[in-house]
């Protein structure tokens, strides 16, 4: 699948706890581990990334096409000297993403499809910078109000991100991140979407780990310093099942109700967490405007 990584099909049994051991040594060996002058190239490409979600912002309002944010997204990262990552990646055929209301992720902008006052959507933004890659999202609310259902759900994806990168730090595992996260959304009565996941990055766009964003405290790979990677929960109203339309990237709910997320590129430090995609303009969770 396409994107963000898709997770593998969940009918794999569970190892036994010896090949279970052996599994997490072959995934921890595929993980770089970065060094000093890397940390500095993420830093300028998720400042990029940040700034360019910040310089969309105003343009998010009722009657805007998506098509014209791409444009806007598309001129200013290179005007920064950056590349959109995501326009030619596997075909996909735009400089973002945006994914409004019951669309999951990778919704395409298009000219005909215009925001309405009230819809809840995400803008994606990847752009590689000198050859690293900074991957940030955020949810707009269009004209600034919405229902009480998706204010919530918005908040609450917000607040699961952050209890995902609150968890980062030498020592702790994948599964420990996986679990706060989804502890916020659960415990909200929301679900977390299971076939979509976060992924290291780096000089690649999408490579080792896979971030799962459920999880068991204690489970899977143990995190170092000098590890990329994102945290980018989908969190669903309703249901968690999700399904992918006829052109090959928009993802929907299946039951239609409204899905949100947000994403930060992450790195594990000598003593917890960076987070490589804070927007300088402090615009990191709606309400944007003044
Ligand atoms: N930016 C998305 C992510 O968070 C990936 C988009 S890939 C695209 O990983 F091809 F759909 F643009
Ligand atoms: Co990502
Ligand atoms: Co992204």
Same mark, same amino acid.
């Given at each position: ?54 310089? @969309? ?44 209301? #019951?669309?999951?992720? #990778? ?71 996986? #679990? ?18 976060? #992924? ?10 896979? @971030? ?29 099942? @999700? ?48």
């Amino acid at each position: 699948m396409k994107g963000l990584t898709a997770r593998r099909a969940a009918a794999v049994p569970r190892p036994a706890p010896a090949a279970a051991a052996a599994d997490r040594d072959a995934a921890n060996r595929k993980v770089p581990i970065h060094s000093a002058d890397d940390y500095a190239g993420m830093r300028a490409a998720g400042r990029l990334a940040a700034l360019t979600l910040d310089h @969309v912002t105003p343009s998010v309002r009722p009657g805007v096409s998506t098509a014209e944010l791409d444009r806007i997204i598309d001129s200013f990262m290179r005007r920064h000297g950056g590349i959109p990552a995501t326009l030619g990646y596997k075909g996909y055929p735009k400089s973002c993403c945006i994914s409004i209301n #019951h669309v999951v992720n #990778h919704g395409i902008p298009s000219e005909d499809k215009r925001l309405v006052a009230g819809d809840i959507a995400n803008i994606d933004v990847t752009v590689v910078l000198d050859g690293w890659h900074g991957d940030t999202s955020r949810m707009y609310v269009v004209g600034d109000r919405t229902t009480v259902k998706a204010q919530r759900l918005v908040d609450v994806t917000f607040e699961a991100m952050w209890a995902g990168i609150r968890a980062v730090r030498p020592g702790a595992t994948l599964g420990d991140v996986g #679990h706060a996260i989804q502890k916020v959304a659960e415990g909200s009565r929301f679900s977390v979407v299971r076939d979509f996941v976060g #992924h290291g990055l780096g000089r690649t766009f999408h490579e080792a780990p896979e @971030v799962r964003h459920f999880g068991r405290p204690g489970d899977g790979l143990v995190l170092r310093p000098g590890m990329f990677f994102t945290i980018e929960p989908m969190i669903n109203a309703g249901r968690h099942e @999700v399904k992918i339309l006829k052109d090959g990237w928009t993802t929907v709910t299946r039951d239609r109700e409204p899905s949100a997320q947000f994403e930060h590129s992450v790195a594990v430090t000598e003593d917890g967490v960076e987070v490589f995609t804070l927007s300088p303009a402090g615009l990191d969770r709606p309400p944007y405007a003044a």
